[in-house]
Structure formats: C-alpha cells, structure tokens
C-alpha cells in the first residue's frame, strides 16, 4: 500500500532563517506531487505540483521554491522566511492528475 | 476562477442528530467534487469523491450529493456522534486542458458533535 510521509510535524523559525521541508511516497511509483499551505482562516492553497523528476510548476508567486531531487521525494524550500510564511503545509501525491489527492500529516511551521 | 464556498462556517450538534453540510462552487465545469475530514493539527484524510457524471455517493452514515447545474454539494452525516467531530472540506477541482486535478478548497465547516 502507498503511504506519504512529511516531516518534521512542527517547526519554529524566525524571520530571515532558510526553510527545508521534505516529502516522501512509497508504494507507488512516477506520483503526481503537490504542496498546499493552510493559513489561518483561510482554505488550502496550492502552491506547487510536479509532475515528474526536476518538473515543477508554481500556482501563486512566493518566497518558497521546490524541487523534485528524486521520483518520490518532494521538497519546499525559502532562503529567507517571512512572517507569511507562516502555516500547516500539506504534502499530497495521486498516481494521476485526474485522479483522488492523498495527504500526510503536514507541518506546522511558525516563524517569530 | 473556481471559487469554493462552505456554509456554516461551525456547526455544534448533539449527538444522534442527522445533519447536512453545504457546499456550493462557481464554476461547474469540474472533474468531481470531493469531501474531506481534517482533524485538528492534522492531514486530509478522503470521505467521498462524485464523479461529475455522478449524482450522489454513500459510504456508511455519510452521503454526498452533487447538482452541478446549481453548483451545488451537500454532504449528509446520519446519526452522528462524537467521533465525528472535525473541519469538513470540500473541493471543485475545474477542468483544465493540462488534465491537470488542481483541487480548490473551500474554508471548511468545523463541526463539534457533543455527547
């Protein structure tokens, strides 16, 4: 069976420090990879989807990148975080864009 | 631009009542409507997924009915209980040429069911 793992599940930065959040899949190979960010009172948002190794799109302009080093690894990155940066990430994989999301835990990062 | 919105924002019931959640989106045009179940500080975890040929979806005590002609979804919770406690979410992903399944969420509904 597949399964998603993110990590760490809480993370307190402050404003200006570098960001590495990463994203695993295992059970399935060649995923449809996404993270979404959750702020408060607001919706999930889409941030970035891959569609394959080193494809990566953006949804909305931004202080944070990601790259797809290898098939199932999936990682969010800032050089510099702001107090915006600030939410519940959510990593999400689906073995074909038109096919169901499946989510992990997320990460709670906070930046003071 | 799809635009998702869910109706209560809260709901607190006690437990055994049947209620119904809504759902509603501005554009009709998508590949399925999808309800998820978010526990607090945690994932996503998928309730029901209606295709856009679909009219409605049953699994247990839950079921989801679509009209996409009102852009509509409603999602039915019989009998609920305690454990049933948690934000509701639900998502229009619009069709788009890529084939691309870009999921737009609504702000959820944060349900509390009390003993």
């Known amino acids: 069976s597949q399964t998603i793992h993110q990590w760490p599940a809480t993370l307190v930065q402050p404003v200006g420090s570098p960001l590495s959040l990463e994203c695993t899949v295992e059970?399935?190979?060649?995923?449809?990879l996404y993270w979404y960010r959750q702020a408060a009172g607001r919706g999930l948002q889409l941030l970035f989807y891959s569609v394959g190794i080193g494809q990566i799109s953006s949804e909305v302009p931004q202080n944070l990148s990601a790259s797809r080093p290898q098939d199932r690894q999936f990682i969010l990155s800032s050089k510099k975080l702001l107090l915006s940066d600030s939410g519940f990430y959510l990593c999400?994989?689906?073995?074909?864009?038109?096919?169901?999301?499946?989510f992990g835990d997320g990460t709670r990062l906070s930046i003071l | 631009k799809q635009e998702v919105t869910q109706i209560p924002a809260a709901l607190s019931v006690p437990e055994g009542e049947n209620l119904v959640l809504n759902c509603s989106f501005t554009d009709s045009a998508i590949y399925n409507l999808q309800w998820f179940r978010q526990d607090p500080g945690k994932g996503l975890t998928s309730l029901l997924l209606?295709?856009?040929?679909?009219r409605e979806q049953t699994s247990g005590r839950l079921n989801a009915s679509l009209d996409k002609s009102s852009g509509r979804s409603t999602l039915y919770i019989a009998a609920s209980q305690p454990g049933d406690s948690a934000t509701y979410l639900c998502a229009a992903p619009p069709i788009r040429n890529t084939g691309f399944q870009k999921l737009v969420f609504g702000t959820g509904t944060r349900l509390l069911v009390s003993p």
């Open positions: 059970g399935t190979s060649n995923p449809n």
């Open positions: 999400a994989w689906s073995i074909r864009g038109d096919q169901p999301q499946h």
């Open positions: 209606i295709q856009s040929s679909q």
